[in-house]
């Protein structure tokens, strides 16, 4: 098997640099991440790193440079999902952990529960021996500005991966600060399986966008039941956006790969950034 790997820096609004810096971003995330695969490395390790160097990334809404809740706090969510055995593991609401996407692997690896959240998820990333930071740690300055000036909003910047790995399988993930100026506790469509993430035997889907429309149309998993032999998948990923968007008004974009190896993206928002490696359409 050839393998394939999509990464997205989140659906939102053109950024003001058009979004030069968000690619950049992606392609060293996509590179590090393209390396294992094509060592032959599992594909959920593939989305794991690219994921992780992107909650690194200040310039994205995921780790270090997630946007505040109302209150002024960081609170992430993230998501892991393996297709072939369809095993996965989530965070919601975490603070504290520099790498949500860690603590969603360990989750899964761990077996016991799919979805942790809060001060529970927190205590495992600490039994777990996860880097864990102060609060005020993941805050840059432009995200404390942002906040300051009032502004609840969804600009983008969650970041998400799916990747195809030389023995078949596939992976997906998704992580995110959620939404700007959001309650404290909000839980967006991320971390939930089928929503924000998902893959099993046929396909992988990362989501971004509106949480609440994605959440409510269950659009990850919309999407890889949708896929068909006969139609691209940007193609069926376009027609799961311009659904959710009949349905609930709501718009975002979509990350998409099949078990052949074709891989699609859309968007319904201005913009969302996607570095792409290997794969047919
Ligand atoms: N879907 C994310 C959320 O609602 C936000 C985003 O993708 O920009 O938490």
Redesign the pocket.
């Known amino acids: 098997m050839r393998p394939v790997l999509l990464v997205h820096g ?3 609004r053109v950024p003001e640099d058009g979004g030069g810096g968000a690619r950049e971003g992606l392609a060293a995330a996509a590179g590090a991440a393209w390396r294992l695969l094509e060592e032959g490395g599992p594909a959920m390790e593939a989305v794991i790193a690219a994921v992780q160097a992107l909650e690194e990334d200040p310039r994205f ?1 995921a780790g270090y440079g997630s946007v505040l809740t109302e209150d002024g706090d960081v609170e992430m ?1 993230a998501a892991v999902m393996d297709g072939n055995t369809m095993r996965a593991g989530a965070v919601a609401a975490v603070r504290l952990v520099r790498h949500p996407v860690l603590l969603a692997r360990a989750v899964l690896e761990e077996g016991r529960h799919v979805l942790l959240v809060g001060e529970g998820a927190e205590r495992m990333a600490a039994a777990r021996g996860l880097p864990r930071c102060p609060p005020g740690d993941l805050i840059t300055p432009a995200r404390r500005a942002q906040w300051e000036r009032g502004r609840a909003d ?5 970041v998400g991966a799916v990747a195809l790995d030389r023995a078949g399988r596939l992976a997906a993930a998704t992580s ?4 700007a100026g ?1 309650r404290a506790g ?1 839980v ?3 971390p939930l399986i089928g929503c ?1 993430t998902y893959a099993d035997a046929r396909g992988a889907a990362s ?6 429309a ?1 959440i409510r149309v269950v659009l990850a998993a919309r999407a890889v039941d949708a896929l068909d032999p006969e139609t691209d998948l940007a193609a069926t990923a376009a027609a799961a956006l311009a659904g959710m968007q009949a349905l609930t008004g709501g718009t ?2 979509l990350i998409l790969l099949d078990a052949a190896g074709r891989a699609g993206a859309a968007h319904t928002t201005p913009f969302m950034a996607v570095a792409r490696r290997g794969g047919g359409a």
């Open positions: 989140g659906a939102g809404n969510d969804r600009g983008g910047g969650t995110t600060g959620g939404t959001k909000r967006g469509d991320s924000g989501a971004t966008g509106d949480g609440e994605i975002g974009g």
